[in-house]
Each structure stands twice: as structure tokens, then as C-alpha cells.
């Protein structure tokens, strides 16, 4: 494989991480699952490529545009949803996901059903690089936050978080429009780097592979979320060689972790220097624990 084809690889990783990492905020760290994610690409996407085809704008201004919009529809979408419980709230969006689609697909202005071409190649894998740090700095920053500290009570018990005081409600709707800008900007990416966008791009089976990954690496794990990102998009790749099987293979690979690690590759923990200098202690004193082991049987 060349350089080009494994930097695509890892371009179109770093494009899902970024809706990823949104998700991540809104189910694993404040508890509301979400079906319609692809939903808010699709805006953040057809939006962007509107100030810069339309209105000519540079790049990264043009993304702030894409994330900007999704995050103000993702806010009137709260406003009638966040107070509904349980499933509800999921239904909910995977309808909003699906209606997008719809109405995308009918709007003549961006092309319709058959998509809108010449988009220009803006995305690359140094600026998806970039995005990507940035985004997980403001992340883990906001998770270490008071605020975050909100969400996660409210994920952990949403009853005992109203009685100490948390505004429950307005958590939920920081947590939802962060998400949404988020997928926004990763829309805008995916844009312009495929330079052709189409309705069925952002299909319920895009929200549904979003929402494997964030379960997949581990729930309440920004890290998680990298290395799900990073896995199950280069693995279809990987399974390349076996052709139609692949996607089979790909299924089952999902499903054996989710059997055998059911809590996600990272089960909620954080790669930091901290936990690398702790799992290195143990290591060894493991390994010295089995030197003198075996030495005291001799």
C-alpha cells in the first residue's frame, strides 16, 4: 500500500473521529444516545460547501459556518426533545437523521438525490490532524470542567443530579449543541475531501457505524474514541483482500469484542502520561514478582 492510500485512510479516521468525539460528549459522558448524527454532518456539510462554492469563503472559516449551523438546528431539536426519557429521545433523532435525508434529497439548489459535485478538495490529512488535536483539547478540557462534572452526574443519576442543585435540562443542551458542532465540522471535512456530497452519505446506517465506534472504543473514553475511530475505519480496508466477504468479517469482529469486552476497548479509561507511567510500574513489578518467583522455585 502507498503513502497516499494509507494517509486517505488515515484522513477519512480522522473525519469520523471529530463526529465521534461529539458523540462521545452526548453518550458516553452525559448518557443520551443518539441515531441522528449523520443528520448534523450533512448539514455541517452542505453548509460549508455553500460558503465556499456560493459566497467563496476560505476553508476553515467556512467549517466554523458548517459547525455553527448544525449546532443552531441541533439547539431547536433540544428544545422539543431533551425532555422526553429513555428510548424516546433516541427515536427521536433517528427520525430528525432521517428527515434531513429527505429533505436533502429534495432540494434541487444543492443538487437533490443525485448530489452535489465539484466541491474543492480543501481537506487533507495535515488539517483533519490539526482539527482533530484542537477538538480533543477542548474536550477533555471541558470534560475536566465543572461542567463536565455536570454531565457526568447527570449520566450517572439524572434524579439525585436535580435534587443537588444541577440544571439537568440546560446540561443536556450544552452537551447536544457541542455534539452537533462537532459532527458539523466533520461534514464540512467530508465534503471536501470526497468533492462531491449526496443525501445518502448520511444515511441511518452512517449514524448507526458513528454510534458502534463510540461503543466500540469505550463509553466515557475520549481515548476510546480515537482508537475506535482509528480501528473500525481502517479495518474495512484491511478486510479489503477477502471482497465481499469483508464486511461479514468486519460484523463479526465488532461483535466479538462487544461479547468478549462488553464495557468497549477502553472500558472508560484515559490514555494520559500518568496512567502510561502506572501501567509501566505494574509491568514490571509483575515481571519482577515472576523472576523471584521462578528463582525461589529453583
Not at 452525559?30 to 455541517?44: D, E, V, W
Not at 467563496?56 to 433540544?78: C, E
Not at 480515537?226 to 468479517?249: D, K, Q
Request: proline share 3%.
Amino acid at each position: 500500500m502507498g503513502n497516499e492510500y494509507i494517509l486517505g485512510i488515515f484522513t477519512l479516521a480522522g473525519i469520523n473521529l471529530m463526529t465521534v468525539l461529539g458523540l462521545s460528549l452526548l453518550t458516553g459522558f452525559t448518557g443520551l444516545f443518539s441515531f441522528g448524527h449523520a443528520g448534523f454532518m450533512a448539514i455541517g456539510g452542505y453548509a460549508t460547501a455553500l460558503m465556499t462554492l456560493n459566497f467563496h469563503w476560505p476553508f476553515i472559516p467556512s467549517l466554523m459556518v458548517g459547525g455553527l449551523a448544525a449546532a443552531l438546528v441541533s439547539a431547536v431539536l433540544g428544545k422539543v426533545t431533551l425532555k422526553l426519557k429513555g428510548d424516546y429521545f433516541c427515536i427521536a433523532t433517528l427520525g430528525f437523521g432521517e428527515a434531513v435525508r429527505l429533505i436533502l434529497d429534495n432540494v434541487q439548489t444543492f443538487g437533490g438525490a443525485r448530489g452535489w459535485p465539484g466541491i474543492p478538495h480543501y481537506t487533507n490529512f495535515w488539517n483533519v490532524l490539526g482539527i482533530n488535536i484542537v477538538a480533543i483539547i477542548i474536550l477533555a478540557n471541558l470534560i475536566h470542567s465543572r461542567h463536565g462534572r455536570n454531565m457526568i452526574a447527570v449520566r450517572e443519576e439524572e434524579l439525585a443530579s436535580q435534587i443537588v442543585g444541577i440544571n439537568v435540562f440546560k446540561y443536556k443542551m450544552i452537551s447536544l449543541v457541542i455534539s452537533a458542532a462537532y459532527a458539523g465540522i466533520a461534514g464540512g471535512m467530508m465534503g471536501h475531501y470526497m468533492t462531491f456530497l449526496q443525501p445518502k452519505m448520511f444515511s441511518l446506517v452512517k449514524s448507526t457505524e458513528l454510534t458502534i465506534i463510540v461503543i466500540f472504543g469505550g463509553l466515557g473514553s475520549i481515548s476510546g474514541s480515537v482508537l475506535g475511530a482509528l480501528v473500525l475505519t481502517s479495518l474495512p480496508e484491511i478486510l479489503r483482500a477477502f471482497s465481499s466477504w469483508r464486511l461479514v468479517f468486519y460484523g463479526l469482529a465488532v461483535i466479538f469484542i462487544m461479547i468478549s469486552r462488553p464495557e468497549g476497548l477502553m472500558g472508560g479509561y484515559e490514555l494520559t502520561p500518568s496512567s502510561m507511567k502506572r501501567l509501566y510500574r505494574n509491568i514490571v513489578s509483575k515481571r519482577s514478582k515472576a523472576v523471584h518467583s521462578a528463582g525461589g522455585d529453583k
